[in-house]
């Protein structure tokens, strides 16, 4: 159960331009620390500081509020690593603005498309940033980082559904993502940037997490369910027999 905390947001005049501003100060302190390039630790400090109302309660509610934010510092971290490993300005820049727009249109939302959303870009910038900073760490990390990925999109993702078997359900999705990444692991091949276990984890829980927000509404066909499961297939023949399982690099 969510953790219940009063949200007051300004939707007009002055006080949401000042919200607004607020907000956008974020990323234009991550941009410019990581301009500076020797205050990289404190922009990860300043990311955990936003989000000091997870602690302005009794601490038995602490690991509650750190569940239902992790998404939005899964982002955040993301967002920063991108930049960080950025091959120019410009490009920090628009990691900057990409995250400016996650703070100001997404975040907020509450409903249940919105609260999908966030699940998703968390789930695939999660495990992009991961793989793309950490690729060099031990295996285990690995596994234990992208199991923990899995679980916390997978119950930001099914919490906004009211699912009673949610809890179930996260577990059974981060224990999928830690194993499969345990196999993969041993050949950790590269797409450009893109690892092979974040196309193949983000294919996957993208596909069934579409169907699951279909069948909920009452918008999956029989057609369409064996259209989006044959293009999920499609896709991931086609990744592991174009794959080079020769390249090993772990």
Not at 91 to 100: C, G, K, S
Not at 137 to 151: I, K, M, N, T
Request: proline fraction near 3%; charged fraction near 10%; glycine fraction near 6%.
């Amino acid at each position: 159960m969510r953790p219940m905390v009063a949200k007051i947001k300004p939707v007009k005049g002055f006080s949401s331009f000042l919200h607004i501003g607020l907000l956008l100060l974020l990323p234009i302190v991550l941009f410019v620390l990581v301009r500076l390039q020797t205050f990289v630790q404190l922009a990860f400090i300043l990311i955990v500081l936003s989000k000091w109302r997870m602690f302005a309660v009794r601490p038995r509610f602490w690991l509650a509020n750190m569940r239902a934010n992790s998404v939005d510092l899964i982002v955040g971290f993301s967002m920063l690593t991108f930049m960080i490993h950025a091959e120019s300005a410009f490009w920090q820049f628009l990691w900057a603005l990409a995250y400016a727009a996650w703070l100001i249109f997404l975040k907020p939302g509450s409903d249940t498309l919105k609260t999908s959303l966030q699940a998703g870009v968390g789930f695939v910038s999660g495990l992009m940033a991961l793989y793309l900073a950490w690729s060099g760490e031990s295996l285990y990390v690995l596994v234990l980082a992208s199991g923990l990925l899995c679980y916390l999109a997978a119950r930001h993702f099914f919490d906004s559904f009211d699912e009673p078997y949610a809890r179930l359900l996260s577990y059974l999705w981060g224990y999928f993502g830690a194993a499969l990444v345990w196999l993969l692991g041993h050949w950790l091949l590269f797409y450009g940037v893109v690892s092979q276990p974040t196309v193949i984890l983000v294919s996957l829980g993208m596909g069934l997490a579409t169907l699951y927000y279909l069948e909920h509404f009452d918008r999956l066909s029989t057609a369409l369910q064996r259209q989006l499961v044959l293009i999920v297939g499609i896709l991931l023949v086609i990744v592991l027999a174009l794959s080079n399982w020769g390249n090993k690099i772990v």
